[in-house]
């Protein structure tokens, strides 16, 4: 390699941005030769990376090649049809050259003045994403990287919304503090109870309400935990309502949950990572109901909208309280422009900010509106497809309703305890997450070891589902106990 003081040569850069793109091309086109759970044991990736750096250069075609050598046995491939586990973010095309785009341009966001572009792209894409999920002009979004940060500053809004002068006091060592409470279904996200660890609310604080049946938050259980934190001096402050629990994708009922919170003046969060995308079809906009009256809505387009890792979308009612949380501007970051323009670095923990409005800007119009809402609504279909193959098996029982993508199942041949079952279908997992053929995850419901299948790829087409389900059924009359 030439010894210089400068950057890859442009033309060693074009032939080895073709390779990789080829290279790209050809690992989506033929995905389905690799297992989608890697298979390697732990630390066999790292013993065949050396102990020290290179002392000097090396060429890039030789860099590009190892990824077959050293890294590609130790991925599990998100990508994958076969990937039906957790809620399976997929990247699509489009998205994948938007993020090759932002790399390029290396744009920071922390001001407008830092790039222009990006910050007013991304208002223009908050602009349109509000739209398409059906939400008034009075909302405000931001892209953040994760829903764990969205709910995160949603809290942290909150919390400052009380008044009590935390942003300059802090919480520790004071006296005059309440006791803070925040509220979730049993069933809520664990980014809400460690956003509450972060922001010294801590897990005492997190009060979780029972659910019902459905696995839904029941309203009634709310306003009494509510009105006993009250009366023992505890300050209730927020709630936070989830439109497609992790584990069945449940809905908590958030327009009787924002009546309560109307009531109790407390910050309504609506947590929809997962299922809010789905606000985009005509049929499903009935998820919305109460939304108009949440301060703060997460939306996570990479959990279902075919966009690269990470992109998550923050809408609130009341930017200026999420600015009076977070908003700190030294000397060094003032500009002539402030008063005419928003720079993003002021709402929220973050000062460096990737470009990721470009992935949005790219997606939507590349699939367009309608685009996106036929293929997640093929995706239910197929659910409810498979939904009725486990509900018509004689030894195979859905344990919770299928609104959206993912179905929750599990074996029952019969005559076996609650134990008996739960070790029978976690050895089932265990077989089909080993068959190298699709990568399924688990949850438990009322103690029941639980399967659960997502179908969410933009690469998932019904022969897909057809063959999970034929080896699902095929492994389970394998197992012997």
């Known amino acids: 390699m030439e010894n210089n003081y400068t950057d890859m040569p442009i033309e060693k850069f074009r032939e080895s941005g073709r390779n990789l793109v080829d290279w790209i091309a050809d690992y989506i086109k033929e995905i389905e030769k690799y297992p989608p759970l890697s298979q390697v044991k732990p630390g066999e990736i790292l013993s065949r ?16 090649s190892s990824i077959d050598r050293i890294l590609i046995d130790g991925i599990t491939h998100w990508n994958h049809p076969g990937f039906m586990a957790y809620f399976n973010s997929t990247s699509s095309l489009p998205g994948i050259l938007a993020e090759l785009l932002s790399a390029a341009f290396n744009a920071n966001g922390m001001l407008w003045k830092t790039s222009p ?17 059906g939400l008034p002009e009075n909302y405000w979004g931001i892209i953040y990287d994760t829903a764990s940060i969205s709910s995160m500053h949603a809290i942290a809004s909150a919390r400052e919304q009380l008044n009590l002068n935390i942003r300059e006091k802090g919480m520790s060592g004071r006296t005059d503090l309440p006791k803070l409470r925040l509220y979730c279904s049993e069933h809520a996200h664990s980014s809400i109870e460690k956003g509450a660890i972060t ?19 029941i309203p ?94 923050y809408f609130t009612r009341k930017p200026e309280v999420l600015k009076r949380a977070f908003s700190l501007v030294p000397e060094y970051l003032k500009t002539q422009v402030d008063d005419e323009v928003e720079n993003l670095m002021d709402y929220g923990i973050q000062l460096g900010r990737r470009f990721r409005s470009l992935k949005l800007w790219f997606i939507i119009r590349y699939f ?50 609650e134990e008996e079952l739960n070790k029978l279908n976690e050895k089932l997992l265990e077989d089909i997450n080993a068959s190298g053929k699709i990568f399924l995850s688990h949850t438990k419901l009322n103690g029941k070891f639980t399967l659960r299948l997502t179908i969410g790829s933009i690469r998932h087409e019904r022969r897909h589902i057809l063959e999970a389900w034929e080896l699902i059924k095929s492994l389970a009359e394998k197992i012997v106990l």
């Open 368 to 417: 367009g509106v309608d685009g996106l809402a036929e293929r997640i609504k093929h995706h239910i279909e197929l659910a409810q497809e498979f939904a009725n193959w486990v509900d018509e098996e004689k030894f195979f029982e859905r344990m919770a309703p299928v609104p959206f993508s993912t179905v929750c199942f599990r074996y029952n041949p019969g005559n076996k305890s």
């Open 49 to 64: 990376i050396p102990d020290q750096p290179p002392q000097t250069g090396e060429d890039i075609e030789k860099i590009i």
């Open 199 to 217: 922001l010294g609310i801590g897990l005492d604080g997190v009060r979780k309400i029972p659910v019902n049946n459905n696995f839904e938050l």
């Open 220 to 313: 009634e259980k709310l306003e009494e935990a509510i009105k006993e934190d009250l009366s023992k001096n505890i300050k209730p402050f927020c709630v936070v309502a989830t439109v497609g629990t992790t584990s069945t994708t449940s809905i908590d009922p958030v327009r009787m949950i924002s009546e309560i919170c109307k009531k109790y003046n407390l910050w309504l969060h609506i947590d929809a990572a997962y299922a809010g995308v789905t606000a985009m079809i005509p049929e499903f906009k009935w998820i919305t109901d109460g939304w108009n009256d949440a301060d703060s809505i997460v939306i996570n387009p990479h959990k279902w909208m075919f966009t690269p890792m990470d992109l998550s979308i």
């Open 117 to 133: 572009a990006f910050t007013e792209l991304e208002k223009a894409m908050m602009n349109w994403f509000r739209q398409m999920v």
